[in-house]
Nanobody, 118 residues
Framework: QVQLVESGGGLGHAGGSLRLSCAAS????????MGWFRQAPGQGREFVCG????????NYADSVKGRFTISRDNAKNTMYLQMNSLKFEDTAVYYC???????????WGQGTQVTVSS
């Protein structure tokens, strides 16, 4: 089992920044990759970005490329999402997820709300 706890959500301003954290516990040595997803009201959950937990390579959805940065601190078993140049359409519940095998995310956090206002 892997437990994931997000933090750092809240109210941000358009053009501003927010930083999310995701702390992992449990079978962290088994994690291969982690990612951030988001779900806006009335919409499905969408992939935001992901990171290879061991190698550190990253990938991003086109909608956030150049604005968001995913990173991790293996010593702290924590993943981060630095969100810059926030847009209204970034408003959503953000979830972190961990995968113990490639192509699948096995564990999910409870989500943290991000609201972007003017």
């Amino acid at each position: 089992q892997v437990q994931l706890v997000e933090s750092g959500g809240g109210l941000g301003h358009a053009g501003g920044s927010l930083r999310l954290s995701c702390a992992a516990s449990g079978r962290t040595l088994s994690i291969l990759h982690m990612g951030w997803f988001r779900q806006a009201p009335g919409q499905g959950r969408e992939f935001v970005c992901g990171i290879n937990w061991r190698g550190g390579s990253t990938n991003y959805a086109d909608s956030v490329k150049g604005r968001f940065t995913i990173s991790r601190d293996n010593a702290k078993n924590t993943m981060y999402l630095q969100m810059n140049s926030l847009k209204f359409e970034d408003t959503a519940v953000y979830y972190c997820a961990a995968g113990l095998e490639w192509g699948n995310f096995n564990y999910w956090g409870q989500g943290t709300q991000v609201t972007v206002s003017s």
